[in-house]
């Protein structure tokens, strides 16, 4: 293994890194103070428009998607250290690069299984920043961590699918712009194999039975940035035939392609979340006093510098390795190591946030730092896409598997 960055990465870091500090940074109180003024809290502030201009102009834009035809063409090896850097910043950065989930996820899908007319229709204007999309796959009364569990109901009637179900915490449904939601639901739900019983369906936002009921909190955040998290629900929803993705049956093989990347995506944001959080306790150390000598001549504040200072090492190492062997062997290869980080980042990444909100104090938990939010969306992704002790389990029997 060599995670040597290689030139292209090198150029492109070099160029995101300098976006970040000229136009990123200075642009996060100016969006809080825009949306104050907003007459919606869903709606973009006019900074975020103007840094995915500037960001395709210099040619920082879908950096996550390996097909060169529609992305940018990296392998997830060269991808890694990018997402990092636009995760010290994971409200503004991703957005402004177009390479914020959900969309992510649903581009993967559509470049990926949709056919020809889905792409044109729906693929390219998402590849243009023009519209945003959802994911509607968890739901509120089963286990969604168990995706065979899914309700919702795709019934074929003649040259339609009619949908109905309800579903929750579906990232990007409250924005504006969000035009169309890929939705999981069953469409052979008495099938003999239970991972052959769903289907996926494209459902434009503005078809008659769909209504985005309200939006979720997030440790009592909305999330605007992302579009919310909304409870959405498909009251005999009718969508043509065609707007079927892949084939009937295909569902829960789609969902699996999809979640492979957008895990390993959550945890190179996370490394640069960390980050963002060792530089701020670095600063607020050198800058404090309590008890007559400086934060930093603490003793027990130097071990948490340490200690996240290794942590972070480690996760990147175990990151690049798992973008490394995804590249080399593909997903199904790197499963063990996908479900390690999906494990493992999470879960550190929320120690260090924890430990720098405590070295802020009241700040720390208030809306003049980013600690407070940047901690609710890590301890997020202890959920999402999989809570840890489901990747556990698996890990386990995996690990187990060798000694039986």
Not at 33 to 59: C, D, I, T, Y
Not at 60 to 67: A, E, G, R, S
Request: glycine share 8%; proline share 5%; charged share 25%.
């Amino acid at each position: 293994m060599d995670f040597t960055f290689d030139a292209r990465t090198e150029e492109l870091r070099a160029r995101l890194l300098a976006f970040m500090d000229e136009h990123v940074y200075p642009a996060e109180q100016v969006a809080h103070e825009q949306r104050e003024r907003l007459s919606s809290p869903w709606e973009n502030p006019p900074v975020v428009e103007e840094l995915k201009a500037e960001a395709r102009r210099q040619g920082l834009w879908n950096l996550f998607l390996p097909d060169a035809e529609h992305g940018a063409g990296l392998t997830n090896l060269q991808y890694a250290p990018l997402a990092e850097i636009t995760g010290r910043s994971p409200q503004l950065a991703p957005t402004a690069t177009n390479c914020a989930a959900p969309d992510t996820g649903n581009m993967e899908v559509l470049a990926q299984f949709g056919d020809e007319r889905q792409k044109k229709q729906w693929l390219e204007p998402l590849l243009a920043g023009e519209i945003r999309s959802a994911f509607a796959m968890t739901e509120p009364d089963v286990a969604s961590s168990d995706a065979t569990n899914i309700t919702t109901h795709i019934r074929r009637e003649g040259d339609e699918y009619v949908v109905t179900g309800r579903k929750w915490y579906i990232s990007g449904a409250m924005h504006p712009d969000c035009t169309i939601f890929i939705v999981m639901g069953k469409t052979d739900p008495d099938g003999a194999d239970i991972r052959r019983q769903q289907s996926m369906v494209l459902v434009p936002r503005d078809t008659p039975g769909v209504t985005v009921k309200r939006a979720m909190r997030v440790f009592g955040y909305e999330d605007h940035y992302h579009g919310g998290h909304a409870e959405v629900i498909f009251d005999e929803a009718r969508v043509p035939v065609s707007n079927l993705i892949g084939e009937e049956g295909g569902g829960f093989a789609i969902a699996q392609a999809r979640l492979g990347p957008g895990r390993i995506h959550h945890c190179m944001r996370l490394i640069g979340m960390a980050e963002r959080a060792i530089e701020l306790m670095c600063r607020r150390a050198v800058s404090r006093d309590a008890f007559g000598k400086a934060l930093a001549q603490q003793g027990v504040v130097q071990n948490w510098i340490a200690d996240a200072r290794v942590a972070v090492e480690q996760l990147r190492l175990l990151v690049l390795k798992t973008a490394w062997m995804m590249d080399t062997v593909g997903n199904r290869g790197a499963h063990t190591e996908i479900q390690a980080i999906k494990i493992a980042t999470p879960r550190t990444v929320v120690g260090i946030l924890d430990r720098a909100i405590q070295l802020y104090g009241a700040g720390g938990v208030s809306q003049d730092f980013p600690l407070a939010e940047l901690y609710a969306g890590a301890r997020t992704l202890m959920i999402a896409d999989g809570p840890d002790e489901v990747h556990q389990r698996s890990l386990a029997r995996r690990e187990l598997k060798k000694y039986r």
